[in-house]
């Protein structure tokens, strides 16, 4: 751990961490776009997560979102305890664009899930809220006949404008940004560093080298291994 890095992290109090799909890799969640990705493994993906799909084809929407993004025994790795940890302290904000529920699992306390959560389930017809394990024995509502779905963000839908309220405040309040594991190339996501406070020193923890306009500190390592070395 490089030891200006840690002194960044050590004397700031309004960390705003902003990651994706990487962060769950460790726990056993494919990402989309790597060589074992989603998207990559199935060429339709983009179709079968779009609201499209949802509503002319719910079957096929089902049988994709149960049998390929749902993975009830995963757990949360070093990356989501240790920035969960800093949550706590009242350090740190995180704003994810994982559905997979790992940061919740992991008692994070200032959470943004920008695209929603796959174990949020909710009847479409009635609008009540359904436990996820029912949504996985069927996607009809027991009580009322209505289709279920989770409350993810599918594309050709919009997002949730508190998430995206709470998303440019933290961004707007930090005084220290940290990038781990995205890309940030998918919008409105990386929009949010337009946002970002100008005088907060922007730190990127990924495998992949990243690109930015503006100055920033290129950790390029596996982020497991990174928050491994991080002291909170």
């Known amino acids: 751990m490089d030891v200006d890095v840690q002194a960044q992290f050590d004397h700031a109090h309004h960390i705003v961490f902003l990651t994706g799909a990487g962060v769950s890799t460790p726990s056993g969640i494919p990402d989309y776009r790597s060589t074992n990705g989603l998207y990559t493994a199935h060429k339709n993906a983009e179709y079968y997560l779009s609201h499209t799909c949802l509503t002319k084809e719910p079957d096929v929407f089902y049988k994709y979102v149960t049998e390929n993004l749902y ?19 009242d350090r740190a904000t ?7 529920n790992l940061y919740r699992v992991a008692d994070t306390e200032h959470l943004v899930e920008f695209h929603g959560n796959l174990y949020n389930v909710y009847c479409q017809k009635c609008g009540q809220s359904v436990d996820w394990h029912d949504y996985l024995k069927s996607p009809i509502h027991a009580d009322c006949g209505g289709t279920l779905r989770p409350d993810i963000v599918l594309y050709e839908e ?20 940290v990038i781990t594991g995205t890309s940030m190339r998918v919008y409105p996501f990386a929009g949010l560093l337009d946002y970002r406070n ?3 020193p922007v730190i990127v923890v ?16 596996d982020a497991a291994d990174f928050y491994q070395q991080l002291r909170v």
């Open 158 to 177: 919009e997002l949730n404008e508190a998430n995206i309220q709470n998303a440019v405040d933290a961004s707007q309040q930090a005084d220290l940004v």
């Open 94 to 100: 995180v704003v994810t664009q994982n559905i997979d």
């Open 198 to 200: 100008p005088k907060a």
């Open 71 to 89: 993975k009830p025994d995963a757990k949360p790795n070093v990356i989501h305890t240790k920035q969960a940890t800093l949550t706590q302290q």
């Open 206 to 221: 990924n495998n992949e080298r990243l690109s930015f306009a503006f100055p920033y500190e290129m950790v390029q390592m």
